[in-house]
């Protein structure tokens, strides 16, 4: 018999498979003394204190068992149970393994990163239950002690210097419109007086989710006039000089804005890479384009030894006023050949990374508002590109650097001259 429930205790019992067993005797007995079914299992329960309907489904289940009557057995239920929890423990594993995907592919996977990426998903329910500590360790072939005992270890000192370094060069990155790789934030760490190594900036670039930026497919803007009388080509692929304002190549590219589209037109000095004159404009007409040339002719000063400007075969660069104007300031014209970006390479260059860096920034999340939005960024975007943008062809220095260098060494070799 059941015994008293104390008080503030459960009054649901939990019966053994031996006293189940007995209490569907006694009913099959009853039974067969009696020759009926009705009444027997009420009279059993009530005379043992057991539950009706519990003693009910017991001699259902029994019955069923000893094949008396149709249905599941008990050890056909068991088995679907079983393959059931195992289902579900199966998509629990799968679901780990799907998120720990890309987790997985790195081949070794440092304590620190492992012990990141359970707490970042062991509350997360799947199939009805959390994914648990247990299990992602399980399915990660990880010891639940190494969780344990890399949450209980202090940082070590290469993860408070990362912490130091990946800081300072997260703000290096920011501060340079958020398009250096890890070889150029490297060299700009290490203008800024970091004592980093490259493959470190790389892993605290990766550990960062930042990455330098890549240029896109260019678009063409200039449309070429083939009846109109060119310029001749006096550079010939050829972008290299020997000083500043021997060659200055130029181009027009555009920007998609709200109100419409800006033009931009920069003018570049083929030794330094500086941006000598530039304008944003709405219309790409040859105002634009002169407009730069006033802007050059003004940052280079009224001494120029007769520069090359050389254009693509635009419409623009072909006028009778553009010829003219360089003709003021004693520069040559040059044109390339039609239909032939190579001939104007360095200038395309220069505007497929300027989208790249600024247009296309990722460091700009909202489109541009208008032209006025467009040059005051652009100005913003060539004074970074004077005066503290790293380029690879120069040794990785600034332009204004890299001329300030030529005209040093220029001074230091007059007086050497006049020394002697």
Not at 121 to 146: H, K
Not at 376 to 392: D, P, Q
Request: charged fraction near 25%; aromatic fraction near 8%; hydrophobic fraction near 40%.
């Amino acid at each position: 018999m059941p015994k008293e429930q104390s008080a503030g205790k459960p009054t649901t019992r939990r019966y053994s498979d031996q006293e189940k067993a007995a209490a569907v005797r006694m009913v099959r007995s009853l039974r067969a003394e009696l020759g009926t079914d009705h009444g027997t299992v009420h009279r059993v329960a009530t005379q043992l204190d057991y539950g009706v309907e519990s003693l009910r489904i017991w001699v259902k289940q029994a019955d069923i068992d000893d094949g008396v009557t149709p249905g599941v057995t008990t050890d056909e239920a068991a088995r679907v149970k079983a393959l059931e929890q195992e289902n579900r423990e199966l998509k629990r594993a799968n679901e780990i393994l799907r998120r720990a995907a890309k987790f997985l592919r790195g081949g070794a996977r440092p304590p620190e990163q492992v012990a990141a990426f359970i707490d970042a998903n062991r509350t997360d329910v799947v199939e009805g239950r959390r994914l648990g500590i247990e299990l992602m360790c399980s399915v990660l072939q990880v010891a639940p002690s190494t969780y344990y005992a890399r949450k209980a270890r202090p940082p070590s000192a290469r993860q408070v210097r990362d912490a130091v370094t990946g800081s300072e060069l997260l703000s290096l990155w920011e501060a340079n419109y958020c398009v250096y790789g890890a070889r150029k934030l490297w060299k700009v760490a290490g203008r800024a007086g970091l004592d980093v190594g490259r493959d470190q900036v790389a892993r605290l670039m990766r550990a960062a989710g930042v990455v330098g930026v890549r240029r896109t497919k260019r678009v063409r803007t200039t449309r070429p006039d083939p009846l109109a009388a060119r310029h001749p080509d006096l550079v010939r692929r050829d972008f290299t000089a020997t000083a500043p304002n021997q060659l200055w190549v130029t181009d027009l590219t555009y920007v998609p804005t709200w109100v419409g589209v800006a033009y931009v037109c920069f003018i570049i000095d083929a030794y330094s890479r500086m941006v000598v004159g530039w304008r944003a404009a709405p219309t790409m007409r040859t105002e634009t384009v002169l407009d730069a040339i006033e802007m050059a002719r003004w940052s280079r000063g009224a001494n120029l030894a007769g520069p090359r400007c050389h254009s693509d075969a635009g419409s623009q660069f072909t006028s009778l006023r553009y010829g003219e104007r360089l003709a003021e300031i004693g520069a040559t014209p040059s044109i390339g050949t039609v239909g032939d970006s190579y001939d104007n390479a360095l200038a395309e260059t220069v505007n497929g990374y300027y989208k790249a860096e600024l247009i296309r920034s990722p460091a700009r999340q909202r489109p541009w508002k208008s032209v006025e939005d467009v040059e005051l960024a652009t100005l913003g975007w060539v004074h970074w590109h004077n005066t503290l943008r790293l380029h690879g062809y120069l040794g990785d220095v600034p332009p204004a650097e890299f001329e300030r260098a030529f005209y040093a060494d220029q001074t230091d070799h007059h007086q050497v001259v006049g020394i002697q």
